[in-house]
């Protein structure tokens, strides 16, 4: 089904609903422009609302995209489309038009989350949001922060006893299971493509062991276990055994500065791991972390202070050296790896280790039908004398949330001038 969408003169498209994306289109909404915001999951918040803490005042998700969402429902000029992907665009700086697919969701705007739905589903699906460390109902709340605030009917479902079981407990007649695949077509005046980041896939790295040993694990990986509403509702364990780790090895640029996977410096993976070792002495005050890095890099003076802080504590070490592999033997993990310093090659044995991976463009694979130009990598170049569609955030650039926040101003401006250009 194709649906003409209207929009007004001097309409802005955001594609991506994470912190990029959100703080783009409120920049552009709260100054007089109409903006739809396109996000391909169910529910706003990228991968921030995945983190425990982030910098640079280590807050929780709420503290950001709380307030945020309220001037989102304020704001009656953005738009949200949740389920969605680009598929198109086509035209001129200031007459785009756009192709977009909107996914059904099988829960409309009558839903309370009640939850009952759930309760009536036995089915449990792997949960994505966790990377897979737990499961999930067919029918569910993306997370405790989803906007909308709507449950989804997994596809996966759709058509068996469970999904007719949460039809019939749903009281509002907010389940529907009817629902269909549609199209909108969007007139725009610009384009900013806030598309974020996905942690590089860590088993493509033969020698570091991932998926063949479950106490090796990923930085995302653990911050979900660090948050109160992750997998371990915050306690940090080994997976193979439930244990608390007295001992784990961060693994530095895994994947990252490597000619065979991604070839440039992911920027965010050294803060990450510095304040992973944070969670840890937090929670185990007796345990021992070894950080095996390349460079440590620290931007700025608050995440120099940070650094120096972590350097200063005697529970953590600091190797610098290329890791050469990372195994499992006598159930434990052995981190191998020369010391650049020493020039000596040695192996540790410790509970956990993880794996810092990289960070690629969500775009890196495929790419939208758009008048866009991109590097090996998967990040959109900008255009600036061109005008019209821009990239702000990872989607331009690995970054971390405060300079995102700043870049994805900027291109709000950008798309703004655009519009009063034409």
């Known amino acids: 089904m194709t649906l ?59 503290c950001g995209l709380e307030i945020n969402y309220k001037r989102i429902r304020d ?28 996914n059904p969701r099988y829960v409309n705007e009558n839903c309370t ?50 999904a007719a079981k949460a039809a019939e407990a ?44 479950p106490d090796i694990i990923t930085n995302m990986m653990l ?13 940090i364990v080994r997976p193979s055994d439930g244990k608390a780790p007295e001992t784990v090895a961060f693994v530095q640029c895994a994947g990252s500065r490597d000619e065979n996977h991604l070839p440039y410096c992911s920027y965010i993976c050294c803060m990450a791991s510095l304040k992973h070792a944070t969670y840890l002495r937090s929670q185990y005050p007796d345990a021992e972390v070894y ?47 020369e010391n650049a310093v020493s020039g000596e090659k040695s192996s540790r044995a410790v509970d956990m280790a993880v794996l810092a991976t990289g960070m690629e463009p969500s775009l890196a694979g495929a790419k939208p039908r758009a008048d866009l130009v991109f590097t090996e990598d998967g990040f959109i170049v900008n255009d600036y004398t061109r005008g019209g569609q821009f990239a702000c955030g990872c989607a331009n650039k690995p970054a971390d949330v405060v300079s995102s926040n700043q870049n994805a101003t900027g291109m709000a401006l950008k798309a703004i001038q655009t519009l009063v250009k034409r």
């Open 170 to 213: 749903c009281k509002y007649g907010a389940v529907d299971l009817a629902m269909q695949p549609k199209t909108l077509n969007l007139m725009v005046g610009s384009v900013v493509w806030a598309t974020g980041w996905q942690p590089y896939d860590a088993a493509k790295i033969d020698n570091l062991g991932f998926g063949r040993y």
């Open 4 to 62: 003409e969408q209207s929009a007004p003169a001097g309409s802005i498209l955001v594609v991506g609903g994470g912190i990029s994306g959100l703080t783009t289109a409120l920049e552009a909404a709260e100054v007089g422009y109409d903006v739809y915001i396109v996000e391909k999951t169910a529910s706003l918040g990228g991968r921030v609302a995945q983190l425990n803490q982030y910098f640079p005042k280590l807050c929780p998700p709420t």
């Open 113 to 162: 989350c009640c939850g009952e739905c759930s309760a009536a589903c036995a089915t449990e699906i792997d949960n994505a949001f966790d990377f897979g460390m737990s499961k999930t109902k067919g029918a569910y709340l993306p997370h405790g922060m989803a906007f909308p605030q709507r449950y989804v009917i997994a596809p996966e479902i759709i058509g068996t006893d469970d």
């Open 291 to 337: 950080i095996y890095y390349i460079d440590l890099r620290a931007p700025g003076y608050r995440y120099e202070k940070f650094y120096k802080m972590l350097k200063d504590d005697p529970k953590v070490f600091f190797i610098k050296g290329k890791v050469a592999e990372v195994a499992e033997e006598d159930g434990k993990i052995l981190v191998t790896a």
């Open 223 to 235: 911050e979900r276990m660090a948050s109160k509403n992750g997998p371990t509702e915050g306690k």
């Open 75 to 102: 704001n009656a000029r953005i738009k949200v489309l949740t389920l969605a992907e680009v598929e198109s665009v086509t035209g001129t700086p200031g007459a785009y038009s756009v192709q977009v697919k909107v």
